[in-house]
């Protein structure tokens, strides 16, 4: 090694110990987010049948004949959070004979983190215990906060509509939040809410054990893949997520904003259909 490569890297370490990160590179287990490869699932590009027809969510899919193959993306690099975490990450912890039950006694009458102190209900979750597929979103609304059940405003009747579309009913599937008490005024939670509540979304998770695991919007995806990129940069590509396959798309309330970014959303879900054996609900 040359004195001057000698001399950046130790001003290089000097600069990530001075920013904190020393514990971030001997506390955190390597990221368990990693791309699929396409060898390494060559199913989930084959085309999902019928999965052609447009939803019924969705004006704006495109058609696509039933023999074009869903389009091979290009895997993302996940960039690592640049934050350290105080200890050994919070999604490393198993509990012995979990269960949604035990999960919601734990969290309890939660004041954890201050979103305890403006909410009307604690939002845990809805759905088949035995999923094969969670959606995930970001926290409750307004009226998932009244109702204490997510996705039930106009954001979750759209999620609804793209459930049915995939030939299921909001009953066969798991749905829930990162934090599951209502941000005031709907902000974004912040990092610190997140990291108080996750581990109960991860154990969540860990219990259904669902083959797929879909998360709604940046803050879901982010938050399980460990990663602060954006979500355009991987969405729709496939990811392992504790022996789970996790696929990013873009949140509904997006699509209400931005309804032309329904295909897109569409043939993320048809890539879900297809790991799942689904066929769509057609239109009558
Ligand atoms: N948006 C979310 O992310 N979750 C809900 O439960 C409702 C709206």
Same mark, same amino acid.
């Given at each position: 090694?040359?004195?001057?490569?000698?001399?950046?890297?130790?001003?290089?370490?000097?600069?990530?110990? =001075?920013?904190?990160?020393?514990?971030?590179? &001997?506390? &955190?287990?390597?990221?368990?987010?990693?791309?699929? %490869?396409?060898?390494?699932?060559?199913?989930?590009?084959?085309?999902?049948?019928?999965?052609?027809?447009?939803?019924?969510?969705?004006?704006? *899919?495109? &058609?696509?004949?039933?023999?074009?193959?869903?389009?091979?993306?290009?895997?993302?690099?996940?960039?690592?959070?640049?934050?350290?975490?105080? %200890?050994?990450?919070?999604? =490393? =912890?198993?509990?012995?004979?979990?269960?949604l039950e035990?999960i919601r006694a734990d969290i309890g009458d939660c004041t954890r983190c201050r979103l305890h102190k403006a909410r009307t209900n604690i939002v845990f979750g809805v759905g088949?215990?035995?999923?094969?597929?969670?959606?995930v979103g970001e926290g409750p609304g307004h009226d998932e906060d009244i109702k204490g059940e997510p996705f039930v405003g106009r954001a979750g009747?759209?999620?609804?509509?793209?459930? =049915?579309?995939?030939?299921? !009913?909001?009953?066969?599937?798991?749905i829930c939040n990162v934090v599951k008490c209502r941000p005031p005024e709907n902000r974004l939670p912040e990092k610190d809410e997140i990291s108080t509540c996750s581990p109960f979304l991860?154990r969540q998770?860990?219990?259904?054990?669902?083959?797929?695991?879909?998360?709604l919007g *940046?803050c879901a995806?982010?938050t399980?893949? !460990?990663?602060?990129?954006?979500?355009?940069?991987?969405?729709? !590509?496939?990811?392992?997520? &504790?022996?789970?396959?996790?696929?990013?798309?873009?949140h509904?309330a997006?699509?209400?904003?931005?309804?032309?970014?329904?295909?897109?959303?569409?043939?993320?879900?048809?890539?879900?259909?297809?790991?799942?054996?689904?066929?769509?609900?057609?239109?009558?």
């Open positions: 090694m040359t004195e001057n490569t000698r001399a950046d890297l130790e001003s290089w370490f000097r600069y990530a110990d =001075e920013l904190g990160l020393g514990p971030y590179y &001997r506390d &955190r287990a390597a990221s368990k987010a990693f791309p699929l %490869g396409q060898a390494a699932a060559p199913a989930l590009s084959a085309p999902a049948t019928s999965a052609a027809a447009s939803p019924q969510f969705s004006a704006a *899919a495109p &058609r696509r004949s039933p023999l074009s193959p869903l389009p091979a993306a290009a895997p993302a690099k996940l960039m690592p959070l640049i934050q350290s975490p105080a %200890g050994p990450s919070l999604f =490393e =912890e198993r509990i012995e004979n979990d269960s035990r088949n215990p035995k999923a094969e597929l969670v959606f009747k759209l999620l609804t509509q793209m459930i =049915e579309a995939m030939g299921l !009913e909001r009953s066969d599937v798991y991860a998770l860990t219990v259904i054990n669902p083959k797929v695991v879909c998360c *940046a995806a982010q399980l893949l !460990e990663t602060n990129q954006g979500i355009s940069r991987f969405r729709g !590509e496939w990811f392992d997520y &504790r022996g789970s396959k996790l696929i990013a798309t873009y509904p997006y699509l209400l904003r931005n309804p032309a970014a329904k295909g897109e959303v569409w043939k993320d879900l048809q890539k879900v259909m297809s790991v799942l054996g689904l066929q769509p609900k057609l239109r009558h």
